[in-house]
């Protein structure tokens, strides 16, 4: 069964450095999500992606953040210079549309853990 | 803007008793609203959906929810649980924008025997 997966599935940085998370989306879905848990709190979402471009973001998501899909298979969130409060869960997800009622693929997870 | 609150951030059951994981929610369209399961060490699964067809709607591992406009809720139960349920089960609604969901904070599922 196609599924969603991510690496590194645990990462610890210092502040202040850079982090990528990557995935790798089904092969066949259009539309590309993060979303992060801090321990204890909501899942939040960060970003969906489509058409290689940001189609919506929330205020989490800030200058701080980017994404990218640098070839047919990887999508990748990008944190500049992580604070200890960026320490989550980050989750990617896919769907195979844009629809209302489409259903969202999550992955297993990346924890990152800043020091 | 949509949300959904799930009281209880942690419920216990013994094996054979009813589940009953509680969500409300907030819209001011009508909602589609899903229920997620995430076992241990594994990303978020799709129980079911609720899509304004049937209110009372089924998903997999004989888990149902029903969706009751007048309580703006959609709680989700299972008549008698299995140890395999126990995992952590977020309540989601779609936002108004666009095609991202909104969570709940969870509720962790415990089962003993």
């Known amino acids: 069964e196609p599924e969603v997966t991510q690496t590194p599935s645990h990462q610890v940085t210092q502040m202040g450095q850079e982090v990528i998370l990557r995935c790798v989306p089904i092969?066949?879905?259009?539309?590309f999500y993060w979303y992060r848990q801090i321990l204890g709190q909501k899942v939040e979402f960060l970003v969906s992606?489509?058409?290689?471009?940001?189609?919506?973001k929330s205020e989490i998501f800030d200058d701080q953040f980017s994404v990218e899909r640098p070839d047919g298979s990887n999508f990748t969130l990008k944190i500049r210079s992580t604070k200890l409060e960026d320490s989550a869960m980050y989750f990617c997800?896919?769907?195979?549309?844009?629809?209302?009622?489409?259903?969202?693929?999550f992955g297993e997870g990346s924890r990152l853990t800043v020091l | 803007a949509q949300s959904v609150t799930q009281l209880g951030s942690h419920v216990s059951v013994s094996e054979g008793a009813l589940v009953l994981l509680r969500c409300n929610y907030s819209?001011?369209?009508?909602?589609?609203l899903f229920w997620y399961v995430q076992y241990p060490n594994q990303g978020l699964q799709l129980l079911l959906k609720?899509?304004?067809?049937?209110?009372l709607v089924k998903g997999i591992n004989g888990f149902e929810a029903e969706f009751k406009k007048s309580e703006t809720s959609f709680h989700l139960t299972k008549p008698s649980a299995h140890m395999s349920d126990a995992a952590e089960y977020f309540c989601?609604?779609?936002?108004?924008?666009?095609?991202?969901?909104?969570f709940g904070k969870g509720t962790t599922l415990s089962v003993s025997s």
């Open positions: 989601a609604v779609k936002g108004q924008a666009g095609t991202a969901l909104i």
């Open positions: 609720y899509t304004s067809a049937a209110t």
């Open positions: 092969s066949n879905h259009l539309y």
């Open positions: 997800a896919s769907s195979i549309g844009g629809q209302k009622t489409g259903e969202l693929f």
């Open positions: 819209s001011s369209v009508p909602p589609y």
């Open positions: 992606f489509y058409n290689n471009e940001i189609s919506e």
